[in-house]
Structure formats: C-alpha cells, structure tokens
C-alpha cells in the first residue's frame, strides 16, 4: 500500500484545512487509517485515526471537538477536517494505514501501523 497526504497549507488561526490521504496498491487490506503530526522540535504524535470497515474512530484530546476524520472506501481514500485551527496545530501530518482491524483503543498505538505517507504541512499563523 502506497499513501499520498495532501492538503496541508498556511491558514489563519480560526481557520479550517482539509487533509487528504489517496491510498494505492492493495487497498482492500486496509484495516484503518490514522493521522498522526509532528511539529518542529517534538515527537511525532498520534491525532485520529478510523477503522475502515465501520468508521469508528479515536482522537486526542487536543483535536476532538475541532477535527473529523472519515474514509471513503470506493476512493481509498481518508480524510482528515481540522477546524478552528490554532498556532499549536502547525506541524507535518502523516498518514498511516494499517492491514490490522484495531479497536479504537490500540488505534493511537504508532507502531500498529504498516504504512506511511510522505507527510503534508500545515502551517497556521497567529
């Protein structure tokens, strides 16, 4: 499975940015999708992830009330809606995919995950 993240960009805080996951390849051993970031100077950190045959899904805390995640299957592909964007959310997203079916509370777990995207930038100003 090959993944491409797009969507990243420079927004305004308050702002809204759409991430894109387009997976490739063997699609069908998809299990679940996640996203995870990290910003300058940190450790990558888990931020949601959908498990892609019923669309649970899990987020931490700092994006719960502010972020969607969802899937389309027929386009393989995920998406990740973050809403009313703060300075703190500036980092390079990732996505991941996983052959596994996880419960949602293994799901932030990095190393559950098969494959990596190339990762996208979001920046958002103050």
């Known amino acids: 499975v090959q993944l491409q993240a797009s969507g990243g960009g420079l927004v305004q805080a308050g702002g809204s940015l759409r991430l894109s996951c387009a997976a490739s390849?063997?699609?069908?051993?998809?299990?679940?999708m996640g996203w995870f970031r990290q910003a300058p100077g940190k450790e990558r950190e888990f931020v949601a992830a959908?498990?892609?045959?019923?669309?649970?899904?899990r987020y931490t805390d700092s994006v719960k009330y502010r972020a969607t995640i969802s899937r389309d299957r027929v386009k393989s592909t995920g998406y990740l809606q973050m809403n009313r964007l703060k300075p703190e959310d500036t980092a390079i997203y990732y996505c991941a995919a996983t052959n596994s079916r996880p419960i949602t509370g293994v799901m932030a777990r990095e190393d559950l995950y098969d494959y990596w995207g190339q990762g996208t930038l979001v920046t958002v100003s103050s």
């Open positions: 390849g063997r699609t069908f051993s998809i299990g679940a």
């Open positions: 959908i498990r892609w045959s019923d669309s649970g899904s």
